[in-house]
């Protein structure tokens, strides 16, 4: 047998057996040198059979450790990808922003946005994943230990996340029960939840006009009957929980759970049908608008150029959140996916494909809700942004669902719609469960890999419970604070911090190193230039316009007080906090004086040694 020779600070790893390494006890060997050039790594990689050659740290994995787990297929990775980045905010909130920022006009500040910033950080976060093998948490102490806070911030700010997203799939779920009936019950005014204002106006009535303070029978279903929201004064007094919508948030919890419990082995196949089938109901859905009448006025409405407004900053402001949140780097679920990947897999290409798609899908959906919103504008003799005044969920509970009462066969086009709004969910909170999981579960191996059922249990019941608040009459404005300023600003925060650790301090030539180990090519200089340079411009741009411009936040006819705004930054701040506490954790355990401590972070990003 030849032994394991270890020589500092580069670590050989040759086979056990003969002299040709017959035997096969150890089957594999991850090969990792300090700052081993480039070229003499890749020489290595070529000259001993089956290894995989890192730059940053030494790992020699026998048949005694427990292997990574990895996807069954290269699919199931890039669907699982697909399904998180294409989520709801694709379908109502990208065509909401386009018509209001000038229409046809706002897709150029989008796509540059999306090339110089969306991208670059999607393309990065793949890759760190992938090259380390390791969540979000424990990635740092391969890059830099000391912002290792990032990665609890991420944590936490996914648990937010989980509070009050899953709470919309189970409005969705709510609707979708009453959708099996031969008529929807939020087409007609006779139901005892509907007041006096209660206006029943289909296309055949043409004998009823609509006047401002008319409310249409879908409106209150949603307010009234599915919400309760005037049970509740506002946030100060929520009322009651909803003991329905409570039910329809276990059995999503539960869907979630049977889901992810055993890893990526089964959520991989679970997605193989979350992340087709809504793209099969909007080709269904596009087809049928189309067809209706008035649908030209709204795809008009929808792509008509205003190039005025591209003089506006606002204008760039929301391209530049919305293609961020619609890509979704920071959120520790690429670095979780990625980290699943073999060693080699092309993930410049995924980085491409996927975000690709998920522009191509939000450009998609703003046909299928526009199409629609013409029709109504047809049918109720208004102009198209009278009719699109609700962004947000509203658009789909209200204005969408009342279209659909409209189409003959309503009861299936609801039943396959409100089926879609479910799986677009389920894919992301899979997704972002998924990334604090895996999170946990690399920081603590030891007490959890063996455990991993009854943690993604522990973690689903946490979820549950702190989603309750969402399901009390006041619930809406809950999950409303909880979009606009628990998850926002801190994840934009965390990702810049992120940027500038990888970019700064481990370094850019270190970085674009292990792309070239891992992928044989060397990342171009417009992806140096984005990672270096444009991207931090890119975050600080959005955290800085969202701090000189903060939102209106209002809801209904309920106006969020003072206190609401400061409640909102607090919850922000309880993530982001973590990061700056663990850096003075880290510098008051670190061994040495305080300017050596001081002095080795800046020249030796990550602690290691230079040849």
């Not at 990947?341 to 703003?366: E, I, Q, R, W």
């Not at 046909?367 to 102009?383: C, H, N, P, S, W």
């Not at 080795?600 to 040849?611: E, M, N, Q, T, V």
Request: aromatic share 16%; charged share 10%.
């Amino acid at each position: 047998m030849q032994p394991v020779l270890h020589h500092s600070p580069i670590t050989v790893c040759l086979r056990e057996g003969g002299g040709r390494g017959e035997d096969s006890r150890t089957s594999s060997c991850n090969f990792s040198a300090g700052h081993v050039p480039s070229r003499l790594a890749l020489s290595w990689s070529a000259s001993i059979p089956s290894c995989s050659i890192g730059l940053h740290h030494i790992l020699c994995q026998t048949s005694l450790e427990r292997p990574r787990e990895t996807w069954s297929k290269k699919m199931d990775f890039l669907l699982s990808v697909i399904g998180y980045a294409v989520d709801l905010g694709n379908v109502w909130r990208f065509p909401y922003i386009c018509y209001q920022n000038g229409g046809g006009a706002f897709l150029l500040p989008y796509l540059l946005m999306a090339v110089f910033g969306g991208v670059p950080l999607f393309y990065m976060e793949l890759a760190l994943g992938q090259f380390h093998r390791s969540g979000c948490i424990s990635i740092w102490k391969h890059i830099c230990p000391i912002f290792k806070g990032i990665g609890f911030a991420i944590c936490i700010i996914a648990l937010y996340i989980a509070f009050y997203y899953n709470t919309i799939m189970a409005w969705a779920l709510y609707y979708l029960l009453s959708s099996f009936r031969s008529t929807l019950p939020w087409t007609t005014c006779t139901n005892s939840w509907n007041t006096v204002n209660c206006n029943r106006y289909m296309s055949t009535d043409h004998n009823i006009s609509w006047s401002n303070s008319s409310t249409s029978p879908a409106e209150e279903f949603y307010t009234r009957q599915v919400l309760q929201v005037h049970l509740s004064s506002g946030l100060h007094q929520l009322g009651s929980v909803s003991w329905q919508l409570a039910l329809c948030l276990l059995f999503i919890f539960t869907i979630v759970y049977f889901s992810i419990w055993k890893g990526v082995k089964t959520s991989g196949k679970v997605v193989w049908v979350t992340a087709t089938f809504p793209y099969l109901v909007l080709l269904v859905l596009l087809i049928r608008g189309a067809t209706l009448p008035g649908a030209w006025r709204g795809v008009v409405f929808y792509l008509k150029p205003d190039w005025e407004k591209l003089l506006s900053t606002t204008v760039w402001i929301d391209a530049a959140a919305q293609i961020f949140f619609s890509l979704g780097p920071g959120f520790g679920v690429l670095l979780a996916f990625a980290s699943y990947n073999p060693f080699h897999n092309n993930c410049y290409k995924d980085a491409l494909v996927t975000s690709s798609v998920n522009c191509l899908t939000s450009f998609l959906s703003g046909f299928v809700i526009f199409t629609v919103l013409g029709y109504m504008a047809e049918m109720r003799k208004q102009d198209v942004d009278t009719v699109a005044k609700d962004a947000g969920p509203s658009l789909l509970f209200i204005i969408y669902a009342e279209a659909i009462a409209n189409m003959p066969a309503a009861t299936f086009f609801a039943i396959i719609f409100f089926l879609m709004i479910i799986m677009l969910g389920l894919d992301s909170t899979f997704a972002g469960l998924e990334g604090v999981i895996t999170a946990m579960l690399d920081e603590f191996p030891h007490v959890l890999v063996k455990r991993r059922e009854w943690f993604v249990f522990g973690l689903v019941c946490v979820c549950y419970l702190g989603a309750l608040s969402t399901l009390t009459y006041g619930g809406a404005f809950v999950v409303k604070l909880f979009e606009e300023y628990a998850t926002g600003p801190a994840v934009i925060t965390v990702v810049l911090l992120e940027v500038i650790a990888v970019s700064w301090f481990y370094g850019t030539s270190r970085f674009c190193n292990d792309v070239q180990v891992m992928l044989g090519f060397y990342p171009g200089c417009f992806w140096r230039v984005c990672w270096v340079a444009i991207c931090p411009c890119f975050l600080l741009f959005i955290i800085i316009s969202f701090l000189a411009f903060p939102p209106e936040v209002r809801l209904f006819h309920y106006h969020y007080p003072a206190w609401t705004t400061v409640l909102g930054y607090c919850i922000g701040v309880s993530s982001f906090i973590c990061v700056p506490t663990y850096m003075v954790y880290h510098l008051l355990n670190a061994k040495g004086t305080f300017k050596q401590v001081l002095r080795s972070l800046c020249s030796k990003p990550c602690g290691l040694p230079l040849l």
